[in-house]
Nanobody, 121 residues
Framework: QVHLVESGGGLVQAGGSLRLSCAAS????????MGWYRQAPGKQRELVAT???????NYTNSVKGRFTISLSDAKSTVYLQMNSLKPEDTAVYYC???????????????WGQGTLVTVSS
């Protein structure tokens, strides 16, 4: 069983910065991909950024140049550095992980519980 624990959300003024962290725990044999999604009130969940174990990174266009995703394989932790935050970045941010787990080496896709980011104007 895999657990994802997110931290780092909060309230910040427009133009400010926050750093989100998501740590995976369990019998983790490898990381295929980890990433961040967000869901604003009344909207569908959308991809923010993903990073694969080979280093391939994807960002949604609206955060390019402002957000940076990084991965610590040793800690099974993914980070999202968010700079120049805008009110439209306000959302619940969810961590997602595609991991190789357990003694059998099966692949699981897991979600965190979400952390709220609020950007005031």
């Amino acid at each position: 069983q895999v657990h994802l624990v997110e931290s780092g959300g909060g309230l910040v003024q427009a133009g400010g910065s926050l750093r989100l962290s998501c740590a995976a725990s369990g019998i983790i044999l490898g990381i295929n991909r980890m990433g961040w999604y967000r869901q604003a009130p009344g909207k569908q969940r959308e991809l923010v950024a993903t990073i694969a174990s080979g280093g391939n990174i994807n960002y949604t266009n609206s955060v390019k140049g402002r957000f940076t995703i990084s991965l610590s394989d040793a800690k099974s932790t993914v980070y999202l550095q968010m700079n120049s935050l805008k009110p439209e970045d306000t959302a619940v941010y969810y961590c997602n992980a595609d991991l190789v787990v357990g003694f059998g080496g099966s692949t699981v896709d897991s979600w965190g519980q979400g952390t709220l980011v609020t950007v005031s104007s």
